[in-house]
């Protein structure tokens, strides 16, 4: 059974740093990987999807890796803004389903 | 290209009440999956519905039901309410398995 951990629980961190949230999974044998920011009481705003045969995918300040072998993938955020302040979820996608398995999240806080 | 669009936003029940949840996907979508949000278990996979036929369900009661219409917008249906089942409830289009949009979710409290 596929199992998703995202460390930490929660960031806090100033306005400008660069930061990078975790998610591993146990089985490694995922079709894709997608993060997501979730607003309180919000959906969810996809922000990258990363295909398993991929390393690496980009969008404006964001950056995430994936090592699929290690079951990892990470989620790089460059000069960080009040504004990235919001729960961040990694999700896997097994083959052969749709259904999403995801993390608990990563609370990010951002300080002016 | 509009969203995914949950409605109604908000609901209140009572226990014992029935409620039924919409989803209208993505214009050209046809996958439709649904997830229940809670603080305690986080994201729960309910159930996935492809061209009105469910794929997939996940581990939850028979309480909780879904379907999908020939124009791919999907309903949701939890019979006999539990206070348990107070939560977020996010339905995500797809076309294929590809990208995943979610819609704003519709939070249900059982009074």
């Known amino acids: 059974k596929q199992e998703v951990t995202q460390i930490p629980a929660a960031l806090s961190v100033p306005e400008g740093e660069n930061l990078v949230l975790n998610c591993s999974f146990t089985?490694?044998?995922?079709?894709?990987l997608q993060w997501f920011r979730q607003d309180p009481g919000k959906g969810l705003t996809s922000l990258l999807l990363i295909q398993s045969s991929q390393r690496e995918q980009t969008s404006g300040r964001l950056n995430a890796s994936l090592d699929k072998s290690s079951g990892r993938s990470t989620l790089y955020i460059a000069a960080s803004q009040p504004g990235d302040s919001a729960t961040y979820l990694c999700a896997v996608n097994q083959g052969g389903s749709e259904k999403l398995v995801f993390g608990k999240g990563t609370k990010l806080t951002v300080n002016p | 290209k509009a969203g995914v669009t949950q409605t109604p936003r908000y609901l209140i029940k009572t226990r014992g009440q029935q409620v039924t949840l919409s989803c209208s996907p993505i214009s050209g979508h046809r996958s439709v999956s649904w997830y229940q949000q809670t603080p305690g278990q986080g994201l729960q996979f309910l159930f996935e519905y492809f061209s009105e036929t469910q794929r997939n369900k996940g581990n939850f009661p028979g309480r909780f039901s879904g379907r999908q219409f020939s124009n791919s917008r999907s309903e949701m249906n939890v019979s006999t309410l539990e206070l348990g089942d107070s939560a977020l409830y996010l339905c995500?289009?797809?076309?294929?398995?590809?990208?995943?949009?979610f819609g704003q979710g519709t939070r249900l409290t059982v009074v």
């Open positions: 089985d490694s044998a995922i079709y894709n």
């Open positions: 995500a289009s797809r076309q294929g398995v590809t990208e995943a949009f």
